[in-house]
Nanobody, 120 residues
Framework: QVQLVESGGGLVQAGGSLRLSCAAS????????MGWYRQAPGKQRELVAD???????NYADSVKGRFTISRDNAKNTVYLQMNSLKPEDTAVYYC??????????????WGQGTQVTVSS
C-alpha cells in the first residue's frame, strides 16, 4: 500500500504564492509519474501539472508560466510552486503518484487533498 501526504495549502491573496508538497511512503519499488490535480466546487477534477521520473514537466495551459512542478526522487516527494495566484486557482489540490510496489504490481495513489483559497 502506498500513501501520499500533502501539505502547504492555505489562504493567500491574489498575486501571492504558495508551495505544496506531497510525500509518498509505503511499499514503493519505483515511482514513475507524479502530479497535481485540483477540483473546484461544482467542477470536475483536472490536471494541474505532472512530471516524469526523469523530471520532464507537463502543465495545464491555465497555469503555464505561473506554477512550477518539481520532484525529489530520493525522498519520493513532489512539489508545486504556485506564483501569481488568481481567485480561479481556488480548489482542493490532490497529489497523485503511479508506479510499482514491492511485488512489482502497478499502483496509482491519491493524497487526501489540501485546500488552496485565493482571495481577490
Amino acid at each position: 500500500q502506498v500513501q501520499l501526504v500533502e501539505s502547504g495549502g492555505g489562504l493567500v491573496q491574489a498575486g501571492g504564492s504558495l508551495r505544496l508538497s506531497c510525500a509518498a511512503s509505503g511499499s514503493i519499488f519505483s515511482i514513475n509519474a507524479m502530479g497535481w490535480y485540483r477540483q473546484a466546487p461544482g467542477k470536475q477534477r483536472e490536471l494541474v501539472a505532472d512530471i516524469t521520473k526523469g523530471g520532464i514537466p507537463n502543465y495545464a495551459d491555465s497555469v503555464k508560466g505561473r506554477f512550477t512542478i518539481s520532484r525529489d526522487n530520493a525522498k519520493n516527494t513532489v512539489y508545486l510552486q504556485m506564483n501569481s495566484l488568481k481567485p480561479e486557482d481556488t480548489a482542493v489540490y490532490y497529489c497523485n503518484a503511479e508506479g510499482l510496489n514491492f511485488l512489482r504490481a502497478r499502483f496509482g495513489s491519491w493524497g487526501q487533498g489540501t485546500q488552496v483559497t485565493v482571495s481577490s
